[in-house]
DNA sequence: TTGGGTGTTGAGTA
DNA sequence: ATACTCAACACCCA
């Protein structure tokens, strides 16, 4: 579920409690998550003992920083972090805990366990996947005209598919896909190397600014997202298109539509956005 | 009741 | 290279 907006919401809020906070104890209940090392007690062993210093966010992907190690986190649809004492009952779905020295937790829950997590040393994590194929996202220098030109011109893929592509730009999503190319006014449909260099403009502005207003809005809560301190997001309010179906679209009043692209559900205004 | 859909992504296939 | 299906898993709803 979440997106770049919920990610970087969770960052911001999550840096409040772990800074500083030593891990004494790891548990894992569901070592599926933990793509690597592949042995758990190894991961256990190289993250025992350090301190988080830091918390930083690539694309969707967490970065915690600790002393010697960083720890990757994804949470794909249903991830969650969240920080308790540690005699407080667990939720259901609770499936790694990392114990401080201090009596408190950190805890991941995840209802469907999609979440990945890796550990390397400091500075080797940008060196292998699944950061190295990563692409900037849209508040990243490198996230240029050119670069975003040169990459979209090279595939024949519908601009929905080339804008869930990670590699091309990270931190989209579905809903976020959707409300940038109706802002845009380019049909999801429509191939990434047939787009006029005013429609790249367009997608890459709004993608920018929609995804820099969601940050501001705390992200979209649809069903369960909410930030590390229990907090929903308020961007839904702002959605044009995403979860609109069958509602007028509020800049010509035509019904939204929701077709299936890329595999996934799509919505667009069809007046809005031409094939 | 049950099957299809869900904010993600990777693998396998043609 | 691309598109399509399936997989991971649990839950919700028509």
Redesign the pocket.
Known sequence: ???LP?VETIRRTLKRFILDKTIEEIIVYWP?IVKYPDDVEEFKHMLIGQTFRDIKRS??FLRFELDHHVLLS????EGKYSVHDQTEPLA??THIIFKFTNGEELRYHD????G?MHVFPKGKEFEQ??LL?LGPDPFEREFTLPYFQEKLG?????IK?AL?D?TIVAG????YVDETLFKAGVHPAK???ELTVSEIKAIKKFATITLQEAVEQG???????VSSDGEM?MFQQELFV?GQENEACKNCGDLIV?I?L????THICTTCQKE
């Open positions: 579920m979440p997106e919920e599926n694309g969707k994804h949470l794909r649809m259901k779905h209802v469907r366990k999609f990945t996947k699944p194929q090279r595939t024949s893929r519908s598919a869930l990670q989209l999503g579905n809903i191939k990434a190397n992200g979209t809560t649809i069903r369960s997202y997001g995403y929701k299936k890329a595999g996934r559900g």
